[in-house]
């Protein structure tokens, strides 16, 4: 498989390479939210997102865009967490497969 990064398309020695990148990222964040600081911030997170959208149901049209930005921040770093944890996982499965620890 060939792997890109914007344009340039990745050596195999550079694509591993960035395998093991994210597979270590990915662990990394796996940790990270099983810390109390984790928790917390996926926590305020939620919370953040959820009072976006029950001010969205009674805001006035000049609060849109600041209730739309809270709302964003919040759901961004959901996100942020959860596709270092995929991705990680991913270029997991990739290594294995590789490495013919998985068949196809």
């Not at 996926?42 to 849109?64: F, I, M, W, Y």
């Not at 942020?80 to 997991?92: D, F, I, P, S, Y």
Request: charge should be negative; proline fraction near 2%.
């Amino acid at each position: 498989m060939n792997i890109k990064q914007g344009e340039q398309e990745l050596t195999p020695r550079a694509a591993e390479e960035l395998r093991f990148a994210e597979a270590k990222l990915g662990v990394d964040a796996e940790k990270f939210l099983s810390t109390t600081l984790g928790k917390y911030l996926v926590g305020r997170a939620e919370l953040e997102l959820q009072e976006a959208h029950k001010e969205l149901e009674s805001c006035k049209p000049e609060e849109l865009q600041e209730i739309q930005n809270k709302a964003w921040r919040a759901s961004s770093l959901i996100n942020w967490l959860a596709e270092a944890v995929h991705n990680g996982r991913h270029a997991e499965y990739e290594l294995k497969q590789n490495e013919g620890l998985i068949d196809d």
